[in-house]
Structure formats: C-alpha cells, structure tokens
C-alpha cells in the first residue's frame, strides 16, 4: 500500500523522548569530553602503538598543543581535566546503554535505522550523495525518514565509535587492566588503545561538526525544535 507523504508545514511527530533526552546528555558529554581530552593530551601529546611508549620511544603522532580555550579547564590541570573526562564517560556510557535498550523497545532501531539492501547499492548511494551536494536532504515521498548517507552516519557512530572509544578507555584505566586483562589484548597494548581512542574522538569530533552543519543547512529551527519537542515541521519543496 503506497503512503501519502505529510503535506509541506504540516507538524509530524518525528523523535520519541529517549532520543531527544539522549540527544541533549550526549551533546553536553561529547563537549565536556573533547575538551578535558584535550587537556589530558597535553600532558604528554605523543601516541605510540602497543604495549608502551615514552619521550623517547618512536610516536606515530606527535600533537600539538591545544590552546586553553579548547581544553577543560582552561588552565593546565592535568588533575582536574582527568575528574571531568572520567565523570563524563559515565555518563555517556551509561547513556549509550540506556539508549539502546529503549531504542529496542520502542523500535527506534528498526524502524528508522535498519538499512534495506537497497539502498546500499552503489547507484541508490550515489543519487544520495549528488542529492546533498545539491543541498536536498529529504525525500519528498518519505520527508520524515532518514536517507542512507544518515543512517550510514548514524550507525557508525552508535554502534562502532562509541562503544569502540568507550572500551578503549576502559583499557587506559589500570584497574580496569586487572579486572579484565582481555582488554589489552583486543586492543593489542595500552598505548594502541590510547591511539584508537585519539582517533575515535577525532572522528567523533569531525562528525559533530558535519553534524552541525547539515542542521544548519536543513533549517536550524525546524530541525532543533523537532529535537527538543518532538514535533517537526515538513519543509516544502523549496526548503532543503
């Protein structure tokens, strides 16, 4: 049976409030976590692989030193930037788990997430591309549902950066080594680990900025207030 697409400037529900609560604890953990890593970083900005690395040892990366107004605090605090990074890993841990079972439950996953086959062809991925380049984010005939590229996106980011930065950190922990020594062998040493979490909060870091973007680009206000209320807007054919 076809489905009538939503008129344009009708309201249609769009997120349920686990997504929305999630959404809005994730955004204030992501920001809090980039910014004392950060500040943890320049501690010692060097990453190595395997088991150990020191000032003298070969470092694939050397970063550089991150400017105080990016980091948490915006003094040198080594201290303190370690209580804010390892409280709010806390938080979006246990957020991520909390997120998850209710998007079970509720079938956010499948509904709105589960990718078809068909739109992991490369053509149906390629017209999605061309249409954001053009500045199209929607499908008229489905104005509500997200395309591939999003999903794409959005399951990378739930269900592999995340976790894979969340365990990762874990690893860097000693106590956590003692507890569950796998941990070091999965991630093949400390110092890898470190790596793959330098590296997942880069990604992460770059798709919130892209992130941003592409809501400014689609309409900031629909697209926020859809986040905060629930309700969004169906943009007419003339609006991105």
């Not at 890993?89 to 079972?101: D, Q, S």
């Amino acid at each position: 049976m076809d489905i009538i697409p939503p008129p344009a400037g009708a309201i249609v529900p769009r997120h349920r409030f686990s997504t929305m609560l999630w959404h809005w604890v994730n955004a204030v953990a992501i920001f809090i976590l980039l910014g004392s890593g950060l500040g943890i970083s320049n501690a010692h900005p060097r990453l190595y692989w395997g088991m150990f690395g020191a000032n003298f040892d070969h470092a694939w990366a050397n970063l550089p030193d991150m400017p105080a107004w990016i980091t948490i605090p915006t003094t040198y605090d080594l201290a303190m930037s370690r209580r804010w990074h390892l409280f709010f890993a806390l938080v979006l841990a246990f957020g991520l788990l909390a997120f998850m079972v209710a998007s079970l439950l509720n079938r956010h996953f499948q509904r709105d997430l589960r990718i078809a086959t068909r739109e992991v062809a490369p053509p149906h991925i390629w017209a999605d591309a061309k249409a954001h380049l053009a500045f199209r984010f929607r499908d008229p005939n489905r104005p509500g549902t997200y395309n591939i590229l999003q999903k794409i996106a959005y399951a990378m980011v739930i269900f592999v950066l995340l976790p894979m930065m969340i365990f990762s950190g874990l690893t860097l922990g000693p106590g956590m080594d003692a507890a569950w020594p796998w941990l070091l062998d999965v991630f093949g040493g400390r110092q890898s680990a470190r790596s793959i979490h330098f590296i997942c909060a880069m990604l992460i870091g770059g798709f919130v900025v892209l992130h941003l973007v592409l809501v400014i680009l689609a309409g900031a206000v629909n697209e926020v207030r859809s986040m905060i209320t629930g309700k969004w807007r169906v943009p007419g054919e003339d609006e991105a």
